[in-house]
């Protein structure tokens, strides 16, 4: 990822993230630490599978930020599977300062608590009340969030460990407290899809990986149905 005339690399199991200025002729690499991690996370136990799916680092060269996102129970601990809407769940994301001097600092930017969500209209009339994942702020508005739920069907009856019956796509205004969009997620079922289309699709339903925002496309120049 770039910010600025930054490079930035993430770890998500060790907690920070690793920054090269492109045109600092000495090449010097500064280590910044999340302003919180995910506690008890052990790389072995978890992997990238959990460590991804509840913090997300998001940049935008055009608003020159760097965000950090990360969601746990409401006791503080990790989310587990014994999840339950009585345990509840809190969304904390800060943004990283950059001064001229190359200083670099965290700050909370928005506090969001699964009792506030639920109460709206989207999640009181069909929304399932169930942790939010992969937090990715929005390209085009640095207050806009967008996040996947995942609801579980378990091995009794699917036969399959993991096994998400319904995936949602939630975009929240975070500055309002509103919920700006949701919708549900295709999962090969639908009409007029490629073979190819569909096996994609499939993949992603079953192996959801952060739906990570892009602007690479703006860069590309792309001709008559070339794809």
């Not at 500064?30 to 998001?58: C, M, T, W």
């Not at 989310?79 to 809190?90: C, D, H, L, V, Y």
């Not at 295709?186 to 079953?206: A, M, T, W």
Request: some cysteine.
């Amino acid at each position: 990822m770039a910010v600025g005339s930054y490079l930035c690399w993430v770890d998500y199991c060790i907690g920070g993230i690793l920054l090269c200025d492109a045109f600092d002729a000495s090449s010097r690499l500064q280590y910044i630490p999340f302003p919180d991690k995910l506690p008890n996370l052990d790389r072995a136990l978890h992997g990238r599978s959990v460590s991804e799916l509840y913090q997300g680092v998001s940049v935008n060269e055009d608003h020159g930020f760097i965000k950090f996102a990360m969601v746990v129970q409401g006791d503080g601990q990790i989310i587990n599977e014994r999840f339950t809407p009585a345990s509840g769940f809190k969304l904390t994301s800060w943004t990283m300062k950059i001064t001229d001097e190359s200083n670099m600092s965290w700050a909370i930017d928005s506090l969001l608590d699964s009792d506030d969500l639920w109460k709206l209209d989207d999640f009181a009339q069909r929304l399932p009340r169930i942790p939010l994942e992969f937090p990715v702020v929005s390209m085009a508005n640095p207050s806009t969030m967008c996040f996947v739920l995942r609801e579980e069907k378990g091995r009794a009856e699917t036969g399959y460990r993991n096994y998400y019956d319904d995936t949602w796509l939630v975009t929240i205004d975070m500055a309002n407290m509103t919920v700006m969009s949701s919708c549900q997620y295709i999962n090969g079922k639908e009409e007029n899809l490629s073979p190819v289309d569909v096996k994609y699709v499939k993949f992603k339903y079953r192996y959801l990986q952060p739906f990570i925002s892009s602007e690479l496309p703006k860069y590309l120049k792309l001709y008559g149905s070339a794809r």
